[in-house]
C-alpha cells in the first residue's frame, strides 16, 4: 500500500459556522467519517473557552498535532474523512496538511484540502447563543470576535469558501460542487 492514499476535508471556519453538522452531511454523502476536532480539545482547553477565555497558540498547537496524526493514519488507510475545525491560522493548517507524508511545506499541494463556511457576524452570534442557550457546546459568543480576528485566509493556499448562511443541504450541494464529486 502506498502512503497517504485518501483525501481530508477539513471544514473550517469560526464557532457557530456549520462545521459540524455540514462536516457529518459531507461525511455521510462522501462515504466518508466525519471527525469533529472539538473531541479531540483537552478538558483544559474546553474549560478555558466555557469560561470565555480564549485560547492560545500553547493551547491549540497540541490539540492540532492531535489531529493530524489521526489524519496521518486514515490517510494511509485510503479513507475520506471530513474534518470539522477552526483552522483559523495558515500556521494551523500547516500542521493538519502534514498528515499527508509528501506534503512539502508552503506548497500547499496535498491530500489535506480546506473549505472554508462563510457566515456573517450577526448570523455567528445568533448561532451560538442558541446554542449555548440550549446548553449544546462550550464556546460563549463573546469569543467568537476573539476567533474572527485570528481567521487568517491567504488566496495562494486555494482554500474553498462556501457561503454557509443558507441551509444546511445547499451548503452540502455546494461544497460538493466545488470538490468534484
Excluded at 6 to 21: E, N, P
Excluded at 39 to 65: A, F, V
Excluded at 120 to 131: D, M, S, Y
Amino acid at each position: 500500500m502506498t502512503p497517504d492514499t485518501g483525501v481530508v476535508f477539513v471544514i473550517m471556519g469560526v464557532s457557530g459556522a456549520g462545521k459540524s453538522t455540514i462536516g457529518a452531511m459531507l461525511a455521510k454523502s462522501l462515504n466518508g467519517c466525519f471527525i469533529d476536532a472539538d473531541d479531540y480539545h483537552p478538558q483544559s482547553n474546553k474549560d478555558k473557552m466555557k469560561n470565555g477565555i480564549p485560547l492560545t497558540d500553547d493551547d491549540r498547537i497540541p490539540w492540532l498535532e492531535t489531529l493530524r496524526d489521526a489524519l496521518r493514519v486514515r490517510l494511509v488507510n485510503g479513507e475520506t474523512v471530513i474534518l470539522g475545525c477552526s483552522a483559523l491560522k495558515e500556521s494551523y493548517r500547516e500542521i493538519l496538511r502534514h498528515a499527508d507524508a509528501r506534503y512539502v511545506r508552503g506548497s500547499y499541494v496535498c491530500s489535506v484540502k480546506f473549505v472554508l463556511l462563510e457566515v456573517g457576524a450577526e448570523v455567528l452570534c445568533a448561532r451560538l447563543e442558541k446554542r449555548a442557550a440550549d446548553g449544546q457546546h462550550f464556546m460563549p459568543a463573546k469569543l467568537l470576535q476573539s476567533q474572527l480576528d485570528s481567521l487568517q485566509i491567504d488566496e495562494s493556499e486555494g482554500i474553498l469558501r462556501v457561503d454557509a448562511s443558507q441551509d444546511p443541504q445547499t451548503t452540502v450541494k455546494n461544497i460538493q460542487t466545488l470538490v468534484g464529486s
